[in-house]
């Protein structure tokens, strides 16, 4: 439980937080304010913006439930699963949407194919990100509820209202800067867990040998790369075919809540330098994030629930003070996390959906005010959809799973829209249907994998379905003259 020490850290940093997230209403006259922030934010500020967004509070308790459960190999999702993706994002692909002076990744799609791919691929994204908010809300109660005591649905309330409010008013400006504060946080608390935890199990040294003294079943838990018959999620040809070659690129190229940030540069260079410096940083996220879940098997052996690892390593290992430290750096992944989805799904339905559909031609002042209320609607969708991750042995496969059932199509139909002058508009949106079609399928029919939670596999061919059938009916129907396509394929950059 809390102390008063822990109660003052943790009280004063949600009030500072709610501060400054509130002090940048000011700087919100405009939809673009709200959305891209006058398109006037630095690089650092960026860069340190996309990867507390993306090691937010799922990471922390999701990714400590993961090492707890199956070792090392989940740090592929940072290391591989990350870097090179981002720079290649960096270098070909953010260049593309910058220039444009896109909204969304969808209206990128829009021009290069259809308004039928952009409609689908940004419903995908809303869809998701509503169901990704109910995750991280759920996994916010799972450590107050540890920590503190308290019920499930009063934490997740509670977190939904924090990091509403703030978001409301400020946009995405309000969430970049707090983002600064918050990754600072999560990289003091974090770092101070680990080290007081290699302390309690006797260093590296003691940590391998206590947990192999374990038993065989804990053999492969430091083993990065997993055989192709391993019974865990990640065996090395899902890692490798459907993390490295297709996730990871759609994650860092596709995703709105990344790609946005990028968006909200005052200038191309400093678009592209953002996602090198976030780069930089999440070379050091797993130290943060597996460690602690490895610590837990010595330290807390049986948990039925991997993903009560952090919260008994904060419970056990950090005496008063840090404790409350600590979940600040929690609640600041969790806000993080939550705001850029908040603010990113709020764009997708504002300018992919309803401009287009509902209110086309309308002043800007009524799309601040529709964003506004999405972001309302959207905190309240979170909440109701909460409990949907307790279905998955783990919140990490819960949101990786949502993401297979579209992430790889999306971004088949990118790489050809980008690369291949003679993609069509039929065949972007064959290969994306297609594709989807294809995840829904693998995801729900019983028996297809031999492994538990296949969404690597799913990925994978999801992705290679999207690819080849855009590829065949691109061949069969009628291409886009070489105007058409200026500035939105490679050839004609």
């Known amino acids: 439980m809390l102390t008063g020490i ?24 405009s939809s673009e304010d709200y959305f891209l922030g006058g398109r006037s934010l630095p690089f650092w500020a960026i860069g340190m913006s996309i990867v507390v967004s993306d090691i937010g509070a799922m990471d922390f308790v999701g990714i400590s439930g993961q090492a707890y459960r199956y070792g090392i190999s989940v740090g592929n999702f940072d290391w591989i699963g990350s870097v ?10 953010i260049p593309y949407f910058w220039r444009g002076g896109m909204y969304t990744i969808p209206e990128y799609l829009g021009r290069r194919y259809n308004s039928g791919v952009r409609t689908i691929a940004s419903l995908s994204w ?17 450590l107050l509820n540890a920590l503190m005591g308290w019920p499930i649905w009063i934490s997740i309330v509670i977190t939904a209202g924090v990091v509403g409010l703030y978001t409301y008013f400020g946009g995405i400006t309000a ?41 065989p079943e804990f053999e492969r838990h430091f083993d990065l ?6 019974p865990t999620p990640y065996p090395w040809s899902g890692i490798l075919f459907g993390l490295t070659f297709v996730m990871a690129n759609a994650y860092m190229i596709g995703n709105q809540a990344i790609v946005q940030r990028c968006l909200t540069a ?3 260079w400093d678009a592209k330098a953002s996602m090198i410096f976030a780069s930089s940083l999440k070379l050091l996220i797993p130290v943060l994030v597996l460690f602690p879940g490895l610590m837990a098997i010595v330290l807390h052996p049986g948990l039925e629930d991997g993903d009560q690892a952090l919260p008994m390593m904060i419970k056990s290992v950090l005496p008063s003070g840090l404790t409350g ?12 996390s939550v705001d850029s989805m908040l603010n990113s799904t709020a764009t997708l339905f504002t300018k992919d959906i309803y401009e287009p559909y509902f209110r086309k031609g309308a002043d800007d002042k009524h799309y601040l005010r529709v964003g506004k209320i999405t972001t309302i609607v959207l905190l309240v969708i979170g909440v109701v959809t909460a409990p949907v991750s307790d279905m998955f042995p783990g919140i990490y496969v819960a949101v990786q799973t949502f993401l297979s059932y579209f992430q790889g199509p999306i971004f088949s139909i990118l790489l050809l829209g980008i690369f291949w002058r003679r993609t069509t508009a039929m065949g972007g949106l064959a290969g994306l249907v297609s594709g989807i079609a ?18 690597l596999y799913v990925s994978w061919w999801s992705f290679v379905t999207g690819f080849l059938v855009t590829v065949i009916v691109s061949l069969f129907t009628k291409p886009f003259s070489r105007e058409r396509l200026k500035g939105l394929v490679y050839k004609n950059r």
């Open 84 to 93: 090179p993706a981002m720079l290649l994002a960096a270098f070909i692909f």
């Open 6 to 29: 822990d109660y003052f850290i943790v009280i004063a940093y949600i009030l500072g937080i709610l501060f400054l997230g509130y002090y940048f209403r000011k700087f919100v006259s």
């Open 325 to 336: 430290l600590m979940f600040s750096a929690f609640f600041a992944g969790l806000m993080s």
């Open 438 to 455: 294809v995840a829904v399928v693998l995801n729900t029919v019983e028996g297809i994998f031999t492994i538990e939670d296949p969404f």
């Open 225 to 230: 790369i997993q055989p192709s018959d391993t």
């Open 126 to 142: 809303i869809i998701f990100f509503a169901f990704d908010l109910g995750v991280l809300f759920w996994a916010s109660a799972v």
């Open 175 to 215: 969430v970049v800067m707090t983002d600064v504060v918050q990754m600072v946080i999560m990289f003091v608390g974090g770092f101070t867990l680990v080290y007081l935890g290699f302390e309690a199990v006797g260093g590296w040294e003691g940590l391998v040998t206590k947990i192999q003294a374990k038993g």
């Open 266 to 268: 005052k200038s191309e």
